[in-house]
C-alpha cells in the first residue's frame, strides 16, 4: 500500500482500438484524460518524497502544508510535462483541461490540509498517509466535484471502491501482459458519449517496501504483501472522461 | 379631548391583551402541543439525541492503545479506531434503537484528556469513552457519574526499560503485593517516575509515591520522549502499558512481582462518563453495555483488540470513525512533560 506511488509510464503512444470517428474532440479528451493522470501521479509522488519527513514520530510541525505541497506538485507536473500550473491560458491544452486541472490541484490541497491533524502529530512514526491514500482521496473529491471520474484501480485492490470495473480489468489485464512498460490505453466507449483512458503504475524499489515478497506477509498497514517484483504492474489510474455532444 | 383619545386607546389596548392573555392560558397545553409539533422538545438526554440524530462523544486524543490509537488517514480520510471506538459504535447503535430505528450519528471530539471533563461539564459531550477508571474517587470528577464497567481488569502498572530497575522494585516489595503503600515507597523511592497528567496514575504517584522524583507528561508519547534525565519507571494503565511493551517500544518491560507475575498497584474499572443528572442516558448505556457482556460482544472485542495480530491502520479504514477535525488543532501535539510542583 505504502508507495504504490511507482512509477507511471507516460503516454507517448496511446494505444487501444480507435473509432471511425477519431477527432479532435476525442484527441482533447484524451489529452485532458493524460493530464490529469499524470497530474494525479505527481501528486503521489510529491507525497511518496515527502514520506520520511511525514513519519517522522520527533517533529510536530512538519511545514508539509496544503501550500509547500502546491509548490512542489507544480514542479513536479512541470518537470514531466512542460507545462506550468501556474500559466495554464499561455500553455497549448485543450480548454477542458484548463479547467479541470486546477481543480484536480486543489482536491489534493484539501487532502493535504485535512490531513495535517494527522501529519503534524508528534510521538507517531507511521499514519498512513501516503501515496495511495492520498491518491484514493484526491481522485474521490476531484470526482466528486466534476463530471470526470478518476480513480487508482488494480487487480487485486486492498480497498474494495478501487475494484476495477470491466474495461478497467481488460485494461489491466492487457497491460500485464506487456512484456515491457507501456504506455496508457485509451478507448471511446458508452456508445461514443465517454472516453477511458487506464495509465499503469509500475512498482520501483519503494513500492516493494509494502507490496514486495515474501507475498502474504503483513506490510505495516496490515495488508498481506502481493509479492510483487521491481517493474511489473502495480495498478492503474482510470479516468472517465464524457465526450462532448455534436 | 387629545387625553381622552389617549385613554380610549390605552384602555382598549389593555383590554385586547387581556383577551389574548385569557385565549392563552385557557388554550396554553393546546399551544404547546403545536408548538411540539413544529419543533418537538425533549423531556430527556436520550430525547435530545434522537431529535438531532447525533451523539456527542468525546476520546482522549492521547493515544492508549488499544484503547485508542493514533488517528491515521485511509481512503475515506481521517479515522480513529481501538477498543474504545468499537464500544462507541455498539453504543450508537444501541441509541438507534431506542430513538424508533432513526439512525444515530457518533460525533467523535478528539481532545486532551483532561479537556473531556471540561466538555462534558460544559454540555457539549453526551459522554466520553476513554478507559476511564470508575471506582477511583477523585474531587477532579464531581458531577460525573460512570456507566457499569466494559473492562473490569483495569488498574495500575509499570514499566521500565531498564532489567536492574524492574529487579530493584521487585525486591523492595519482596513477598508484599502492590497493595503495600510502604513497599511502594521505598521502591519507587529516587526514582523518576513518568505518569500522564489528569490520569489515576497521577493520583497515585502524588499521593503514594512521596520519594520519587514524579514527572507529570501530557502523554504516553511525551513521556517516551523526555530524556532529560530519562524516566526509571513509566506508571499508567497496566494493560495499555502491557499492550505498547510486547507491541510498540518493545525496548520497555512490564515491572513484575518476584513470582514474576505483572505488579499490580492497584485495581480499576474502565467505564463510560457521562453527566450525573443523564440518568436516562446512563440506564440505556448499561443495559447495552449487560447486553453485549452476556452475548459475549464485549469479551469477543477484548480479545480480537488485545490478543489478536493486526495493524491498527488497515482496522481504521474498515472500521474506524471519523472524527471532528476542529477540535483538534489546539491538541495533535502529543505534548510535553514537566516535574511536579
Known sequence: MRRLACAMVL???????????????????????????TLL???????????????????????????????????????????????????AIPTTAKELLPRLVEAGKAVVEDA?????????????????????????????????????TTLRPRNPKNQPDDYEVQALRRLGAQKAPSGAVSEVADGGRTLRMVTPLYYDKDCLVCHGEPAGEEDMSGYPKEGAREGELAGAISVKIPLKSR | ????????????????????????????????????LVQPIAKDEVQRICLRQRVQVGISVEPSRPFVFPAVFTDEGVRVTGLDVELIRELAAALSQACDGRAIEPVLHL??????????????????????????????????????????????????????????????????????????????????????????????????????RLLLCDSLPAAFEWQDP???????????????????????RMLTRKTGKPLRLSREQYAVAMAEESYRLRSLVNAALFRLEE???????????????YAYPRRAASEGLPFAAEDMPAHYDQGRCRWRR
Not at chain 1, 11 to 37: C, F, I, K, V, W
Not at chain 1, 42 to 65: C, M, S, W, Y
Not at chain 2, 16 to 35: E, N, P, Y
Not at chain 2, 299 to 308: D, P
Open chain 1, 11 to 37: 503516454a507517448a503512444g496511446l494505444s487501444g482500438p480507435a473509432t471511425a470517428d477519431t477527432s479532435s474532440n476525442r484527441a482533447d479528451a484524451e489529452a485532458t484524460a493524460h493530464l490529469l493522470a
Open chain 1, 41 to 91: 501521479d505527481a501528486g503521489r509522488i510529491v507525497v511518496d518524497r515527502n514520506q520520511a519527513l511525514i513519519d517522522d514520530p520527533h517533529k510536530g510541525e512538519k511545514g508539509f502544508t496544503a501550500e509547500a505541497f502546491e509548490r512542489q506538485l507544480a514542479r513536479e507536473f512541470q518537470a514531466r510535462t512542460g507545462i506550468d500550473l501556474h500559466r495554464l491560458h499561455d500553455a
Open chain 1, 116 to 152: 495535517q491533524i494527522v501529519i503534524n502529530q508528534r510521538g507517531v512514526g507511521y499514519k498512513n498517509f501516503i501515496p495511495a491514500t492520498f491518491g484514493s482521496q484526491a481522485a474521490a473529491r476531484f470526482s466528486h466535484r466534476s463530471s470526470v471520474t478518476l480513480k487508482q
Open chain 2, 1 to 36: 379631548m387629545g387625553l381622552f383619545v389617549r385613554r380610549a386607546v390605552l384602555t382598549a389596548l389593555v383590554r385586547s391583551l387581556g383577551l389574548a392573555a385569557f385565549c392563552l392560558m385557557t388554550g396554553c397545553g393546546l399551544v404547546i402541543d403545536a408548538v411540539q
Open chain 2, 111 to 212: 481532545v486532551r484528556f483532561r479537556d473531556l471533563f471540561v466538555l462534558l461539564n460544559e454540555g457539549k459531550l453526551d459522554f466520553f469513552v476513554s478507559s476511564i477508571s470508575a471506582n477511583v474517587p477523585s474531587p477532579a470528577r464531581s458531577g460525573l457519574a460512570y456507566s457499569m464497567p466494559y473492562f473490569m481488569d483495569g488498574g495500575l502498572g509499570g514499566m521500565t526499560r531498564r532489567p536492574e530497575t524492574d529487579a530493584k522494585i521487585s525486591a523492595e516489595f519482596g513477598e508484599a503485593d502492590g497493595s503495600d503503600p510502604s513497599s511502594a515507597v521505598r521502591a519507587f523511592a529516587g526514582l523518576v517516575v513518568g505518569v500522564q497528567e489528569g490520569t489515576t496514575a497521577e493520583l497515585y504517584a502524588r499521593m503514594a509515591l512521596k520519594a520519587s
Open chain 2, 230 to 252: 530519562p524516566i526509571d519507571v513509566m506508571l499508567g494503565k497496566e494493560p495499555v502499558l502491557r499492550f505498547v511493551s510486547t507491541r510498540v517500544k518493545t525496548d520497555w
Open chain 2, 295 to 309: 452475548n459475549g460482544r464485549l469479551a469477543e472485542m477484548r480479545r480480537r483488540w488485545f490478543e489478536e495480530p
